[in-house]
């Protein structure tokens, strides 16, 4: 389980004495001890299968077990204030196999700084994944002093941090093995002047950059375009005119799968240019008042790989029809599409039921033409839809009942806010497709504010590393958990200047679920 462990005999005084009067008792607890009989890395297997609380509980049973445990932690989640400084010698003495380490300070609060982030760094050199949150007395300095100390970083993210491109410089020309990147709300962006960053080293290496908030995000253009080997794009409110690198990158990247874009200045010239990304497989294009009908045909003509769609057309009926016809004709391996604020009829989804024919999660959102008409026309014609979500649009029950002999493999249906739709027919539905899960909510919360930032899904927030051990180090060095996000403040000066407004909405969270296979959300 990645760190090889030697494996001696286990003594009988690697046990703690356990707290007992009684001799005769307590030698017999030790006598039936069985785990004396594992191997060190068949107790690390153990462990692994626990949670982390447990792990922990399991660490106070002997001294054996807190050794085992410890050098078999591969992960650790720090509070990352000032006084971590103190406690990183002993703490990463104990944890010296640690290669994903999280570092999140409140935001409120002092963080580490430069001399903390050296010696965690010459403490792990193994490390391979890093995130560190709302450091902000970390340097350019630290950073560089990282990248010398771990070579063998594949992901870091950082977010919320007052350092500037020389520090992201410092670590793409010192970690050669790269792979995903990701950078939000970088403080020391904030200078136009910020000196342009290239790929360096992890140029070959590097295969997911996400860029979220920054006000000089073209300075990360290089390295977006000197990365041949590029699978994912992912940009999210960034300032600035960004089809310039659109551009660079459907020349220079044309491998690229991928592509997130969200409020960003971008118009059917990048749309147009990205289409010679012909191995194209999902597209997010949410709140892109710029991009139309043309831009989108253009992509979708040649790229025909496309299976995912995520369009947020804002309401401003730029996008309809027209596009969605051409996306039908030349998108036969289409799964999943979801449009928010666009308003198609059954002229483009009759067509996308009859020719795209693997279709199996549909969303809509906010569109005033989805009617019952169009949702009689998805009932008899998605023969392979397993999914369907619906908001705010002017279905009724007379659409809903279409679903009761449609769509033979559907399983979940989603309706919110749709006026016409009463419990009654809910209900009828779930009576007469007994494997049908349904879920109508006709009381929205009166003040939910309807956002879909669904192209936010899975940017390397969660790392998909599952559940990290928390650790807080208080005055006292000891080891404590650490209470929830409250640090996370309401707004920030980056969005001020930006006029950005940050919310998630039910209908994206619900469908971003739905995407990964999880259960329908209940609200």
């Known amino acids: 389980m990645g760190q090889t462990m030697s494996s001696p005999s286990p003594r009988r005084s690697d046990i703690l004495p356990m707290a007992s009067s009684d001799p005769i008792t307590s030698g017999v607890a030790s006598a039936l001890d069985h785990t004396l009989d594992l191997p060190d890395e068949v107790l690390a297997l153990v462990f692994h299968s626990l949670t982390s609380g447990d792990r922990k509980r399991c660490s106070l049973v002997c001294r054996r077990w807190l050794e085992v445990e410890s050098g078999s932690r591969h992960r650790l989640a720090l509070d990352a204030r000032a006084a971590l400084l103190a406690a990183a010698p002993s703490l990463f003495d104990r944890f010296s196999a640690v290669s994903k380490l999280?570092?999140?300070?409140?935001?409120?609060?002092?963080?580490?700084?430069?001399?903390?982030?050296?010696?965690?760094?010459?403490?792990?050199?193994?490390?391979?994944?890093?995130?560190?949150?709302?450091?902000?007395?970390?340097?350019?300095?630290?950073?560089?002093?990282?990248?010398?100390?771990?070579?063998?970083?594949?992901?870091?993210?950082?977010g919320s941090c007052a350092f500037g491109s020389k520090g992201i410089d410092a670590i793409l020309r010192g970690c050669a093995h790269l792979e995903e990147i990701s950078i939000k709300r970088l403080r020391g962006?904030?200078?136009?002047?910020?000196?342009?960053?290239?790929?360096g080293a992890a140029a070959s290496s590097l295969r997911s950059i996400c860029l979220k908030e920054l006000y000089n995000g073209q300075c990360f253009a290089p390295v977006v375009s000197g990365s041949p080997n590029l699978k994912i794009l992912k940009i999210f409110r960034c300032s600035g005119d960004w089809d310039p690198v659109l551009e660079e990158v459907a020349i220079k990247v044309p491998g690229i799968t991928e592509i997130h874009l969200e409020k960003l200045q971008v118009s059917d010239r990048g749309l147009g240019a990205l289409a010679a990304c012909v191995s194209l497989e999902v597209l997010h294009l949410v709140k892109t008042p710029e991009c139309t009908d043309a831009g989108l045909a253009a992509l979708a003509d040649r790229c025909r790989l496309l299976r995912k769609i995520h369009i947020d057309g804002w309401k401003t009926n730029r996008i309809g029809d027209e596009g969605l016809i051409v996306v039908a004709r030349r998108c036969s391996n289409l799964q999943e599409l979801v449009l928010i604020g666009v308003n198609p009829t059954a002229r483009s989804l009759e067509l996308i039921a009859t020719n795209c024919r693997n279709l199996e999660r549909l969303a809509l959102c906010g569109s005033d033409t989805f009617g019952d008409a169009e949702i009689s026309c998805i009932a008899a014609k998605c023969m392979a839809l397993k999914k369907l979500c619906i908001k705010g649009c002017p279905v009724s029950d007379q659409g809903m009942e279409a679903l009761a002999d449609g769509c033979p493999k559907l399983v979940k249906v989603k309706v919110k806010k749709c006026r016409g739709v009463t419990p009654e027919c809910a209900e009828w539905l779930r009576v007469s497709r007994v494997s049908l899960a349904v879920n109508l909510d006709i009381n929205p919360n009166p003040i939910e504010l309807q956002d879909a930032t669904v192209s936010e899904s899975g940017v390397l927030e969660n790392d998909g590393d599952g559940e990290l051990l928390p650790v807080l180090i208080n005055q006292s060095g000891l080891l404590e958990l650490p209470s929830s996000s409250s640090a996370r403040s309401s707004s920030s000066p980056w969005k001020a200047r930006m006029g950005v407004l940050v919310r998630r909405s039910f209908f994206g969270s619900a469908f971003r679920r739905w995407s990964r296979g999880s259960s329908c959300p209940h609200t």
Do not use: F, H, Q
């Open 102 to 158: 999280a570092l999140k300070c409140d935001r409120r609060a002092d963080s580490i700084g430069d001399e903390a982030l050296s010696v965690i760094s010459r403490r792990c050199p193994g490390l391979t994944r890093l995130k560190i949150r709302a450091c902000r007395a970390v340097t350019d300095a630290g950073m560089a002093a990282l990248a010398a100390a771990c070579p063998n970083l594949r992901k870091i993210s950082v």
């Open 189 to 199: 962006l904030s200078d136009a002047t910020s000196d342009p960053i290239g790929p």
